[in-house]
């Protein structure tokens, strides 16, 4: 018996009947997970892009500052942090809130004439000085008073840094700690407009 082009033996063929696509093989279980894939993905996707509601505290908004502040400290081993970051007040009182991708609140940080503290999580932490603060939150002591003035354009010194303000009409900061005494560190700052 001669078997016509392209039928193999043993398997029935109907007239005009083909076979369903692939995408038609797909199991209910399967849909089902890649339905619950594609619904986990948008949730973080929407999550990732959503602006978290953050609020001034008792600061006017020309001493509020935000954006993204990314730290390295050439330490060994090397360190480096990044977060979002919201900044208000001067160098006597304020508050630095960092936040991650999602825009959950990492780190809080507070200061004001006899008071540095630390809110991280649930866990409230009281500190001697502004330095160990900074310190504690960011991995590296900061000027912190200075860098009021940096983003504000004054070009005021702090010991063993420099700032490099050419770039601040664009909203870039970059400044760096010499190695002289302790481990170099970059900061820069990137506000947002």
């Known amino acids: 018996?001669?078997?016509?082009?392209?039928?193999?033996?043993?398997?029935?063929?109907?007239?005009?009947?083909?076979?369903?696509?692939?995408?038609?093989?797909?199991?209910?279980?399967?849909?089902?997970?890649?339905?619950?894939?594609?619904?986990?993905?948008?949730?973080?996707?929407?999550?990732?892009?959503?602006?978290?509601?953050?609020?001034?505290?008792?600061?006017?908004?020309?001493?509020?500052?935000?954006?993204?502040i990314a730290i390295k400290v050439m330490g060994t081993?090397?360190?480096?942090?990044?977060?979002?970051?919201?900044?208000?007040?001067?160098?006597?009182?304020?508050?630095?809130?960092?936040?991650?991708?999602?825009?959950?609140?990492?780190?809080?940080?507070q200061w004001a004439p006899g008071l540095a503290q630390l809110r991280n999580g649930g866990e409230l932490r009281n500190f001697d000085s502004l330095s160990a603060l900074a310190q504690q939150a960011t991995g590296t002591e900061l000027p912190v008073a200075a860098l009021f003035d940096w983003l504000r354009g004054t070009a005021t010194p702090a010991p063993g840094w420099e700032a490099d303000l050419g770039q601040l009409p664009e909203g870039r900061l970059l400044a760096r700690r010499n190695a002289d005494s302790a481990p170099a560190v970059e900061l820069r700052i990137l506000l947002e407009r």
Do not use: Y
């Open 1 to 68: 018996m001669a078997q016509s082009a392209g039928r193999q033996p043993g398997k029935r063929h109907l007239a005009g009947h083909h076979a369903p696509p692939a995408w038609h093989a797909v199991s209910l279980h399967g849909g089902l997970a890649s339905l619950r894939w594609l619904c986990l993905i948008a949730i973080i996707f929407i999550a990732g892009c959503a602006t978290p509601i953050r609020t001034t505290g008792t600061f006017d908004a020309k001493n509020h500052w935000q954006g993204r």
């Open 77 to 109: 081993p090397p360190q480096a942090f990044s977060a979002d970051f919201e900044l208000d007040g001067h160098g006597e009182a304020g508050t630095l809130a960092l936040f991650s991708p999602l825009g959950t609140t990492v780190a809080q940080m």
